[in-house]
């Protein structure tokens, strides 16, 4: 049943959505605290992590996310995403029973499987639930399922993986979602497809047309194309140091798995959280005055996440404060600046989609935008990591990952802001008669220059 009420109900479905999203986060973030005792136990290089963490991963997210999209578009979508939040917890206990590294590579596929479908649909839910002017807020509440999917995953995930092993973090990690995916798909509303959207805005058998049609329309849409490069951007150095950074503070700050996690967790999570919802904020208040300021506050937060990002990687071990009875490293003061600035690309970056993309196509333009994000962010930014130091080792012997680290991050938050600020003019531009809508029914339809 599909209800047009906005109330209770959407703020509920909200938040039910986030915590779907939360263990999607745990189940797939989980890797970062464990790469150390995961490549010792197995005996493989960091490259071979890279490839687990990443690339075995990514390939079947993004391979399956696309008809999963489709699918979507066409079907309940919160049952469906409960549906692949069960099959994505079942998969990650497995991870947890795993007998060497195959093993846990084909559990991680499973994982990944499971979490194409949960996304794209949830975005498009979200997108039906509130109408444009409140999406900023909204999809900043949504995207504090990574930040606390983090939080939980590292401090959680580590002081399990340190008192019980590696295996028993998987495990216990992998019960919340089934309860997620219960709480979900019986207690939920299913939101009325388009319904703050322009009347007409759905065209009439629209649900059907051809794969190649959205493909094209989307292709045409110079906003579109540039926001997914600056994203493939962000999602290559995310991920890269999502999974890495906690290996690096064990070798080269010389904390423990359990000190790093809490670390990571604690001061990334509640930092990264409190940048989700101010960039939300900022982008709905400023872009009230000047719909550009959409696009402007990922570019601002590029520019002030890199200089912190380089000084965080790049300070010298040594110095430390005594928290309880915890040694934390100073470097991690610059560490809160970039975990709060890092993500303000996320939630103007998807209620801006949500704005082009109409409503019929919502979760399978998502799944296209997610696909550049996962198979090449997700995919080659903890391999190029793991490449990377494994190729400095040499030089820089257990300080490699270090050098990784600083070098990803400059090189991909520069570039990031150069592309949303080139996005700002044809976003201003496609705003008005979005590029991405559907063209006319006519036989041969001209694809725009």
């Known amino acids: 049943m599909t209800q047009p009420a906005h109330g209770w109900r959407s703020h509920y479905a909200l938040l039910m959505l986030m915590f779907v ?27 071979a992590m890279g490839v687990l963490t990443g690339l075995a991963f990514s390939l079947f997210y993004s391979v399956l996310a696309i008809p999963f999209g489709r699918y979507a578009d066409r079907a309940n979508r919160r049952n469906f995403v409960a549906y692949c939040c069960a099959a994505w917890s079942v998969m990650t206990a497995l991870c947890g029973m795993a007998t060497g590294f195959w093993s846990l590579a084909l559990a991680r596929m499973g994982v990944a499987v499971g979490e194409a479908g949960g996304g794209p649909p949830s975005i498009s839910m979200i997108a039906d639930h509130y109408p444009q002017q409140q999406r900023g807020r909204a999809m900043s509440v949504y995207m504090l399922g990574p930040q606390l999917g983090i939080l939980l995953g590292l401090t959680l995930g580590g002081w399990i993986a340190q008192h019980h092993g590696w295996r028993a973090a998987f495990l216990v990690m992998s019960v919340p979602g089934v309860l997620a995916a219960l709480l979900l798909r019986f207690t939920v509303v299913e939101p009325r497809r388009g319904q703050w959207d322009a009347p007409g805005s759905v065209p009439v058998g629209a649900a059907a047309e051809p794969m190649r049609v959205l493909l094209r329309d989307l292709w045409a849409s110079r906003a579109f194309v540039r926001i997914t490069l600056a994203c493939l951007l962000m999602g290559v150095t995310g991920y890269g140091i999502g999974i890495w950074t906690p290996a690096f503070l064990v070798r080269s700050h010389g904390m423990s798995l359990q000190g790093a996690g809490i670390v990571m967790g604690l001061m990334g999570g509640v930092f990264a959280m409190l940048g989700a919802l101010t960039s939300g904020w900022l982008s709905d208040k400023l872009g009230k005055r000047d719909a550009r300021w959409r696009i402007g506050v990922p570019m601002l937060g590029c520019l002030l996440a890199m200089p912190s990002g380089l000084a965080f990687f790049m300070m010298p071990a040594g110095g430390a404060w005594q928290v309880g009875g915890m040694l934390v490293p100073h470097a991690l003061g610059f560490y809160v600046v970039f975990a709060f600035t890092a993500v303000w690309w996320t939630a103007p970056v998807y209620a801006v989609l949500a704005e082009l993309v109409p409503a019929h196509r919502r979760s399978s333009g998502m799944a296209i935008f997610n696909l550049g994000i996962t198979m090449l962010g997700g995919g080659l930014g903890p391999l190029l990591v793991g490449m990377l130091s494994d190729f400095l080792v040499p030089q820089f012997g257990n300080e490699a990952l270090r050098w990784a680290l600083a070098a990803t991050t400059g090189i991909c938050f520069l570039l990031g802001m150069l592309v ?12 008005l008669v979005p590029a991405v809508a559907p063209a006319p029914a006519v036989p041969r339809a001209t694809v725009r220059a």
């Open 21 to 47: 999203y939360t263990m999607s986060f745990i189940d797939r973030q989980i890797m970062g605290i464990l790469v150390q005792p995961i490549k010792q136990e197995f005996g493989v290089s960091d490259t």
């Open 420 to 431: 949303f600020a080139w996005t700002i003019r044809p976003y201003a531009v496609e705003r």
